[in-house]
């Protein structure tokens, strides 16, 4: 910062403004308040009764939207029921820390996909009200999911087209800003990732009482069956995008359910046909420590035959994940392709949404489409592309500056130098 004033402008030695145009070198973004006023060729005159935050050898890009994360959860390597154990004051205070994590790594907007009860709307209320600084949050409250359903012990159990519908209202008049529902099993103990859970008319019931409010809908999809259903219910979104089959209809063993991948050709283009996003969270549990293997290996050279297998094993499915960005971008799906984290479940860790990106990278896109993947697309997908997403002037001053061009390396994004939020510099 040189002078202070009235006026605020940030300098960008790099402008990626998330339209997918060319960037743009040394250009001035002039504040207009919370608002993006004008972007301009620097001039040394702007800085003549203007506060000036200086980014001249920097990147500048719009701050991250990140479509699906679990704030009251840990990411720290527990399983659901272990997580299910603390109490919801507990999470609450997890979800205010994680807040600041996913701000600090340059998310400016995330949607949270599930939580219990009604703890995430106190901490929107409470970020709302100013009493502590955070991304902005769409919340979905309780996701919708059947007797025993995966996130059963949120509290939003509902079985059929009433019951549904009223847990739709009741989330709305709690202040629901989308309805998140599980079509399909999930890491949830006695449910199954391969198997549908709701019939399509009860996905409808979810998205007719949704709609009627003006609320989006997304559906938790890992099994082939419940994309299938999503699609033909009119669903807005579906997350995960997982084609998994029962690997046995009838299952004896209750606690390991049995499920394999199984890429489905027609399923896949009836997504790509329809107007449904997905919002592929890449990279998914087990990340952390692949890479930490990775890392090791590079380092000394090997690794011990355990560690061995297990870092071939945590290829496969990086592999496999890559894999299926590649097919979807095939059927013309890229500007419905959303990259999220997911952070939060498992060992799922907040502010790492640029593994996701590597990931999509390695799948054949662009790192501009990457980047627009987790900024306009996903602004467009959680249905507020008109606020955030972009920087274009009119728009929420909500931007994200990083030391090194993540055109040349998305990992670069790991390198935070500032992060505003409606024009405050709340980071750096
Ligand atoms: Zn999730």
């Known amino acids: 910062?040189?002078?202070?004033?009235?006026?605020?402008?940030?300098r960008a030695g790099r402008?990626?403004?998330?339209?997918?145009?060319?960037?743009?070198?040394?250009v001035a973004v002039v504040l207009d308040g919370a608002k993006v006023g004008r972007i301009e060729p620097w001039r040394e005159e702007l800085r003549r009764g203007a506060t000036v935050h200086d980014f001249g050898v920097e990147t500048v890009l719009p701050g991250l939207v990140d479509a699906h994360c679990h704030l009251s959860l840990?990411?720290?390597?527990?399983?659901?029921?272990?997580?299910?154990?603390?109490?919801?004051?507990?999470?609450?205070?997890?979800?205010?820390?994680n807040a600041q994590v996913m701000l600090r790594s340059g998310v400016t907007t995330l949607r949270d996909n599930g939580a219990r009860h009604g703890i995430m709307f106190a901490v929107r209320e409470a970020m709302n009200r100013g009493l502590l600084v955070g991304p902005r949050m769409l919340i979905a409250g309780r996701p919708v999911t059947p007797t025993g359903g995966h996130f059963h012990w949120c509290g939003g159990a509902a079985d059929g087209e009433e019951e549904i519908r009223r847990q739709v209202?009741?989330?709305?008049?709690?202040?629901a800003d989308h309805i998140k529902i599980m079509a399909s099993g999930g890491g949830t103990a006695g449910t199954n990732?391969?198997?549908?859970?709701?019939?399509?008319?009860?996905?409808?019931?979810?998205?007719d009482a949704a709609h009627y409010y003006g609320r989006l809908t997304t559906a938790h999809c890992r099994a082939t069956r419940a994309i299938a259903n999503a699609v033909e219910a009119g669903l807005d979104c579906i997350e995960h995008a997982e084609f998994n089959e029962p690997a046995d209809l009838i299952q004896?063993?209750?606690?390991?359910?049995?499920?394999?991948?199984?890429w489905d050709d027609d399923v896949a283009k009836r997504l790509a046909d329809?107007?449904?996003?997905?919002?592929?969270?890449?990279?998914?549990?087990g990340y952390v420590a692949y890479s930490d293997l990775a890392a090791e290996r590079e380092r000394e050279g090997r690794l011990s035959p355990e560690k061995q297998a297990a870092l071939d094993r945590g290829q496969a499915t990086v592999e496999a994940r890559a894999d299926s960005v590649r097919r979807f971008l095939e059927l013309g799906m890229l500007p419905k392709l959303v990259v999220s984290s997911d952070a939060g479940p498992f060992d799922i860790e907040f502010g790492k949404l640029y593994q996701g990106l590597e990931i999509a990278v390695m799948g054949g896109m662009s790192p501009m489409q990457a980047l627009q993947?987790?900024?306009?697309?996903?602004?467009?997908?959680?249905?507020?592309?008109?606020?955030?997403?972009?920087?274009?002037p009119g728009k929420e001053a909500d931007i994200l500056v990083v030391e090194a061009n993540p055109l040349e390396d998305v990992r670069n994004l790991r390198d935070v130098v500032a992060v505003f939020k409606a024009g405050q510099r709340v980071v750096g």
């Open 15 to 26: 402008l990626i403004d998330g339209t997918g145009g060319e960037p743009r070198t040394d």
């Open 373 to 392: 993947a987790c900024t306009r697309v996903a602004a467009e997908a959680c249905g507020v592309l008109d606020r955030v997403g972009t920087l274009e």
């Open 252 to 262: 004896h063993v209750a606690e390991r359910p049995a499920y394999r991948p199984r």
């Open 1 to 10: 910062m040189t002078t202070d004033g009235d006026r605020a402008v940030i």
């Open 74 to 97: 840990l990411g720290a390597g527990l399983s659901y029921e272990e997580e299910e154990g603390a109490s919801n004051e507990f999470m609450a205070v997890a979800a205010v820390h």
């Open 193 to 207: 990732p391969g198997l549908p859970s709701y019939a399509v008319s009860e996905l409808r019931s979810a998205v």
């Open 169 to 175: 209202r009741r989330l709305v008049a709690e202040g």
């Open 274 to 285: 329809s107007p449904l996003f997905a919002s592929l969270t890449l990279p998914g549990s």
